[in-house]
């Protein structure tokens, strides 16, 4: 008997269940799906649950999806943004079951937020017809990536290659923190909720090869990223919140269409996350933003 071959290759569209983490009761009358930033390790949705409460207080169950959880070898943005789309599209299958908690095969979300390439993610789904009924909400989610941004986010990536995840992690927390952060120190992300951050003179391990290619691999998707159009022909409430004084993501990387419901805050004294530098300010504006939904 012939032995069997080698199992064939998945097709590009093949992608895992992502991982994710549920805020609220599986009951909630309003969904919002909220895709993360780049995690050297998924954090289980660690970054959010600081202003989390807004979406709480006015009835959303929360959905945080690890954005490069669908990430596969070879993927540009486009492709992510792709698999992404059809993984969140009401009434698709788009491949196992979520679960009870996963997205709505038949109501599309509420809300739609991103932070950084999670909004980067979610920009670029904008030209889908059923994002059309969600309202956006984008923290320091760049829309279009000029050379700056480009050559500080390789320059990253590359230290990750060359020098290791500590190396790499310190590097970008250096252009992420926020001004009143001590330098190389600040909003350290633990890789499970009760583990602790790591050390500015850690070094690399075997453990961390995983992660350093993860980091390079999250931060060059941005690469020349440019969501211009469909966020110009969004029909919908879209709302950018982006720190006044980021070293990272600026005003310069964002966009809105012409409509009056498209708009930019920048939150004073904060950087490349506001929502963690001056979560008060934040928990105010999303407020503001879900509450104008419920009138």
């Known amino acids: 008997m012939t032995p069997p071959g080698p199992p064939s290759e998945p097709t590009h569209d093949t992608a895992p269940v992502p991982a994710h983490a549920v805020l609220g009761p599986a009951g909630s009358p309003r969904h919002a799906i909220v895709l993360a930033p780049v995690l050297a390790r998924w954090d289980y949705g ?39 789309a ?98 190389g120190a600040a909003h350290r992300r633990p890789t499970a909720p009760d583990a602790p951050a790591p050390t500015a003179s850690a070094r690399p391990t075997a453990a961390d090869e995983p992660a350093a290619r993860r980091l390079a691999a999250g931060l060059r998707l941005l690469h020349d990223a440019d969501a211009r159009h469909p966020v110009r022909d969004f029909p919908g409430p879209l709302l950018h919140v982006y720190g006044e004084r980021s070293r990272l993501v600026g005003r310069e990387h964002l966009a809105t269409g012409p409509l009056p419901h498209h708009r930019l805050v920048a939150v004073p004294r904060a950087g490349m996350r506001p929502h963690a530098d001056r979560p008060d300010l934040v928990r105010h504006t999303l407020t503001r933003f879900l509450g104008a939904e419920l009138t």
């Open 46 to 84: 660690a970054f959010f649950r600081r202003i989390a409460g807004p979406f709480l207080d006015s009835g959303h169950r929360v959905t945080i999806h690890d954005t490069l959880s669908l990430l596969r070898d070879g993927d540009d943005l486009g492709s992510l943004v792709h698999r992404w």
């Open 86 to 183: 059809r993984y969140l599209a009401p009434g698709k299958d788009p491949g196992p079951a979520p679960g009870a908690h996963g997205p709505s095969r038949h109501a599309p979300p509420d809300v739609l937020v991103g932070n950084a390439l999670g909004g980067a993610v979610v920009q670029g789904m904008l030209g889908e017809e059923w994002t059309h009924r969600a309202k956006v909400l984008l923290l320091s989610g760049p829309t279009v990536a000029d050379h700056r941004l480009n050559t500080t986010l390789e320059r990253i990536a590359a230290t990750a290659d060359a020098e290791g995840l500590p190396a790499a992690t310190r590097l970008l927390e250096d252009v992420v923190r926020g001004p009143d952060g001590p330098a």
